[in-house]
C-alpha cells in the first residue's frame, strides 16, 4: 500500500525524519508531505507516533482528468467493498483543480456519486454521506491533470490532539510545535525554556516529547471503523499502543518551564498541560520576559514571540500610518528585550520562530540554523542560535 503523510509547508524534512525513525518502510520526502509505503498497520502506526503529520493517507487510485466525467468514472472504477459498506458512513473533501473541473465542492460531489453508484452495484445498497464526522473520509487531489483519490486513515486531522481546549493570542499549531522542536535539535535531556509561552504549545509539545507519550496513544481514529480493521488490524494495533505505552517515562529528565507576561495565557497553559497529562512536568509561572535570570543547567532558550505582522498598505490615512510606526516601534523595543535575554544566557541555544526581520536584525547574531517554514500563510524562519 502506497502512502502520503501530509505536514505543513517546510516541514518535510522534521516528518521524514520521525517516519524513517519509526522505520516505516520506503519513507521518500515529497511535496507538502512525505511518501511511504507498508501494509495499514504501518499508516496506523504513523497515526499513532507521528507529531508532524497532519494527516496520514493511503492512496488508492491515480488517473488522468479531463472534466467531471472523468471523476465519476474513475471514483466508480474503484473497489471500495473492502472499506466501504452500506452501514458505514462516507464524505468527500476535494482540493486542487484540474482541466474542466474548477469547482472543489462539485469535485467532490462527482466522487461520492461514483463511489456511492459502484456500492449499490455490488451492494445493493448505498452509504449514507455525513460531512461531520464520517467513517469513511476520502480525500480528493487534484494536481496537473492527475486525480488521486485516498483514504484519511485519522479522520480528525492529528494536529488535533485532544488537549488543547483553550488558545491565547496567535496559538501555534501542535504539529508545527512539534515540528520545530526537531528541526530545531532542541534536546530532551537539558532544561527546556519557553518565555513566551502563550497557551503552551512548545513547552508541552517538548514534554510530551520527552516523556514519550505519542500523540495518538488516547485517541481513536477513523481506521478503528473500517471493515477491515476487526479483521486485520485490531489485535496489531492494540499491541502497537501497549508498546507505546510500556515506553512510557514517568517524567521528563529534564526541567521544563514556561511563561508569560499575560494571566490568561497562564491559565490557558495550565489548563491545556493539565488535559495533555504533563502538569507535572511543566512549571509555568507569569512573569516578564524582561526579569527573566538563567535557571539551573544551560539547555534551550525555545519561543515564538510576535510578528507584529500588520503591514500598511499605500492607500491608508495618516492615522493608520502613524498608529503602524508607533506598534513597530514598540516592537523594536520588545525585540530589544529578547536580545538581553538571550545576552543573559551564555553557553544555552536559542531556538525562535521569526515572522519579522526585525527579530533578526535586533539579535545580530549568527545563526546555527535559518529554516524557512510556513505558519498558514505567513512566512517565517526558524532560528537556532549557540549563545
Ligand atoms: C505569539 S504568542 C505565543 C503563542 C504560543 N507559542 C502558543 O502556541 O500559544 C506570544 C506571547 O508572548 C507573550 N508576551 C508578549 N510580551 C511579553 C513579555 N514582555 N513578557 C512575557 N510574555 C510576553 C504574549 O502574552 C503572548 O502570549
Given at each position: 500500500m502506497h502512502f502520503f503523510a501530509t505536514c505543513s509547508k517546510g516541514t518535510e524534512g522534521a516528518l521524514r525524519q520521525e517516519l524513517a525513525a519509526l522505520k516505516l518502510p520506503a519513507v521518500r520526502g515529497g511535496r507538502g508531505g512525505v511518501h511511504f509505503e507498508g501494509r495499514l498497520e504501518h499508516g496506523a502506526k504513523a497515526c499513532l507516533h507521528s507529531r508532524t503529520a497532519m494527516r496520514v493517507l493511503l492512496e488508492l487510485a491515480a488517473f488522468p482528468v479531463d472534466g467531471a466525467d472523468a471523476l465519476y468514472e474513475g471514483a466508480r472504477a474503484v473497489d471500495w467493498t473492502p472499506w466501504l459498506t452500506e452501514r458505514t458512513t462516507l464524505a468527500v473533501e476535494a482540493t486542487g483543480l484540474a482541466p474542466g473541473v474548477t469547482h472543489t465542492g462539485f469535485a467532490a460531489l462527482k466522487v461520492k456519486d461514483g463511489v456511492v453508484d459502484m456500492l449499490r452495484d455490488k451492494l445493493g445498497a448505498r452509504p449514507d454521506v455525513d460531512t461531520r464526522n464520517p467513517d469513511v473520509p476520502i480525500v480528493l487531489h487534484l494536481d496537473g491533470g492527475r486525480a488521486t483519490l485516498s483514504l484519511d486513515l485519522a479522520g480528525e486531522p492529528l494536529h488535533r490532539r485532544g488537549w488543547r481546549t483553550t488558545t491565547s493570542v496567535a496559538p501555534l499549531k501542535e504539529t508545527l510545535a512539534a515540528a520545530v522542536l526537531l528541526a530545531g535539535r532542541v534536546e530532551v535531556?537539558?532544561?527546556?525554556?519557553?518565555?513566551?509561552?502563550?497557551?503552551?504549545?512548545?513547552?508541552?509539545?517538548?514534554?510530551?516529547?520527552?516523556?514519550?507519550?505519542?500523540?495518538?496513544?488516547?485517541?481513536?481514529?477513523?481506521?478503528?471503523?473500517?471493515?477491515?480493521?476487526?479483521?486485520?488490524?485490531?489485535?496489531?494495533?492494540?499491541?502497537?499502543?501497549?508498546?507505546?505505552?510500556?515506553?512510557?517515562?514517568?517524567?521528563?529528565?529534564?526541567?521544563?518551564?514556561?511563561?508569560?507576561?499575560?494571566?490568561?495565557?497562564?491559565?490557558?497553559?495550565?489548563?491545556?498541560?493539565?488535559?495533555?497529562?504533563?502538569?507535572?512536568?511543566?512549571?509555568?509561572?507569569?512573569?516578564?520576559?524582561?526579569?527573566?535570570?538563567?535557571?539551573?543547567?544551560?539547555?534551550?532558550?525555545?519561543?515564538?514571540?510576535?510578528?507584529?505582522?500588520?503591514?500598511?498598505?499605500?492607500?491608508?490615512?495618516?492615522?493608520?500610518?502613524?498608529?503602524?510606526?508607533?506598534?513597530?516601534?514598540?516592537?523594536?523595543?520588545?525585540?530589544?528585550?529578547?536580545?538581553?535575554?538571550?545576552?543573559?544566557?551564555?553557553?544555552?541555544?536559542?531556538?525562535?520562530?521569526?515572522?519579522?526581520?526585525?527579530?533578526?536584525?535586533?539579535?545580530?547574531?549568527?545563526?546555527?540554523?535559518?529554516?524557512?517554514?510556513?505558519?498558514?500563510?505567513?512566512e517565517i524562519h526558524l532560528l537556532r542560535y549557540r549563545l
Amino acid at each position: 500500500m502506497h502512502f502520503f503523510a501530509t505536514c505543513s509547508k517546510g516541514t518535510e524534512g522534521a516528518l521524514r525524519q520521525e517516519l524513517a525513525a519509526l522505520k516505516l518502510p520506503a519513507v521518500r520526502g515529497g511535496r507538502g508531505g512525505v511518501h511511504f509505503e507498508g501494509r495499514l498497520e504501518h499508516g496506523a502506526k504513523a497515526c499513532l507516533h507521528s507529531r508532524t503529520a497532519m494527516r496520514v493517507l493511503l492512496e488508492l487510485a491515480a488517473f488522468p482528468v479531463d472534466g467531471a466525467d472523468a471523476l465519476y468514472e474513475g471514483a466508480r472504477a474503484v473497489d471500495w467493498t473492502p472499506w466501504l459498506t452500506e452501514r458505514t458512513t462516507l464524505a468527500v473533501e476535494a482540493t486542487g483543480l484540474a482541466p474542466g473541473v474548477t469547482h472543489t465542492g462539485f469535485a467532490a460531489l462527482k466522487v461520492k456519486d461514483g463511489v456511492v453508484d459502484m456500492l449499490r452495484d455490488k451492494l445493493g445498497a448505498r452509504p449514507d454521506v455525513d460531512t461531520r464526522n464520517p467513517d469513511v473520509p476520502i480525500v480528493l487531489h487534484l494536481d496537473g491533470g492527475r486525480a488521486t483519490l485516498s483514504l484519511d486513515l485519522a479522520g480528525e486531522p492529528l494536529h488535533r490532539r485532544g488537549w488543547r481546549t483553550t488558545t491565547s493570542v496567535a496559538p501555534l499549531k501542535e504539529t508545527l510545535a512539534a515540528a520545530v522542536l526537531l528541526a530545531g535539535r532542541v534536546e530532551v535531556e537539558a532544561p527546556f525554556v519557553d518565555p513566551l509561552c502563550g497557551s503552551g504549545t512548545l513547552a508541552i509539545e517538548q514534554a510530551l516529547r520527552a516523556r514519550r507519550i505519542p500523540p495518538g496513544l488516547e485517541r481513536s481514529f477513523a481506521f478503528q471503523r473500517w471493515p477491515c480493521y476487526r479483521e486485520e488490524l485490531q489485535s496489531r494495533w492494540d499491541r502497537l499502543r501497549s508498546q507505546a505505552r510500556a515506553a512510557v517515562l514517568p517524567a521528563a529528565p529534564a526541567p521544563i518551564f514556561a511563561s508569560d507576561f499575560h494571566p490568561k495565557a497562564i491559565d490557558a497553559c495550565r489548563r491545556n498541560a493539565h488535559l495533555a497529562g504533563v502538569s507535572g512536568d511543566v512549571v509555568i509561572e507569569q512573569a516578564n520576559v524582561r526579569d527573566l535570570q538563567p535557571r539551573g543547567e544551560p539547555g534551550t532558550l525555545c519561543m515564538n514571540p510576535p510578528y507584529g505582522e500588520r503591514l500598511i498598505a499605500e492607500e491608508e490615512g495618516p492615522e493608520a500610518r502613524s498608529a503602524a510606526r508607533t506598534q513597530e516601534r514598540k516592537l523594536a523595543g520588545f525585540y530589544r528585550l529578547l536580545a538581553e535575554l538571550l545576552d543573559r544566557h551564555p553557553g544555552w541555544s536559542a531556538v525562535l520562530l521569526s515572522g519579522n526581520p526585525l527579530l533578526q536584525k535586533t539579535l545580530a547574531r549568527k545563526a546555527e540554523i535559518d529554516h524557512r517554514l510556513w505558519n498558514g500563510p505567513l512566512e517565517i524562519h526558524l532560528l537556532r542560535y549557540r549563545l
